[in-house]
């Protein structure tokens, strides 16, 4: 069978891994925070005789769009949308940490503030303990103070400091759990240029409309590709044929 067979199923596989990263895109438009993954592709020369004309299609290197989200206000205490560039810093469930921009925050029964999914959010002082029977705000420069419902007056009280960072976009890379982190893995310092908004929450910056043209793109490529291997299949019985004949 003609060789052309391998570089159409090279670009059959590629093409599945992008609809995979859209699908997963789509699956995270109401996730607060997230940034769309980005695949690329790209052609590898084939060496050898005869072969000088074709291509491997193989994976680039994957991005992330790290354009923001809208800010939407939601008037709960415990959430937090980072206004412009930014991180929050996280402890991941291995303990190492890691970052994310969603800031819909709760408290566990134990007092740690944590992540809608049970990640202890750090502070200056690694994770942040909240006082019982207290109500909470939390500050643009993203200090965490609490009012005491029990006290006349109800004077305000810092407790800690969200710890916010801003590494370098180029050098973030996103983990196997969502998180991002540095590309070699080293700590990340607290930035006191962050900014956070209150009550507020990032939306997802994937757009439906065009993740949905994106998935029809990719099928009609793939439909390309499945009518060259039909082609391509047709040709090598016919070459058979012409074989038999002499």
């Known amino acids: ?16 891994n992008q609809q995979a990263t859209n699908a997963n895109n789509l699956a995270n438009v109401s996730t607060y925070g997230f940034k769309a993954q980005i695949d690329t592709m790209r052609a590898v020369a084939i060496n050898g005789p005869g072969a000088d004309t074709r291509s491997f299609v193989a994976s680039a290197t994957t991005g992330t769009d790290f ?8 008037g709960r205490a415990l959430d937090v949308a980072i206004e412009g560039k930014g991180w929050f810093a996280v402890q991941r469930a291995s303990g190492g940490e890691g970052l994310t921009r969603n800031g819909a925050f709760k408290i566990s029964e134990n007092g740690i503030l ?8 750090l502070g200056d002082g690694g994770p ?5 029977n207290v109500t909470v705000s939390i500050g643009e420069d993203g200090t965490i103070s609490s009012v005491d419902e029990s006290v006349s007056g109800r004077a305000s009280t810092p407790i800690d400091k969200l710890k916010l960072v801003n590494p370098e976009e180029a050098n973030l890379v996103r983990g196997l759990d969502g998180l991002f982190n540095n590309k070699d893995l080293s700590p990340t310092t607290a930035d006191t240029n962050v900014k956070v908004v209150g009550s507020s929450l990032e939306t997802s910056n994937v757009s439906v409309v065009k993740a949905m043209v994106n998935m029809i793109s990719l099928a009609r ?12 299949e047709s040709n090598d019985q016919r070459a058979a044929q012409i074989f038999n004949i002499s």
């Open 221 to 232: 490529q793939f439909d390309v590709q499945m009518t060259l291997a039909k082609n391509a």
């Open 128 to 132: 942040i303990t909240i006082p019982p």
């Open 114 to 121: 944590q992540t809608s999914n049970g990640l202890n959010v």
């Open 1 to 16: 069978m003609d060789k052309v067979v391998y570089t159409i199923a090279s670009g059959l596989d590629q093409l599945m």
């Open 67 to 74: 354009t923001p989200g809208t800010i939407q206000q939601t």
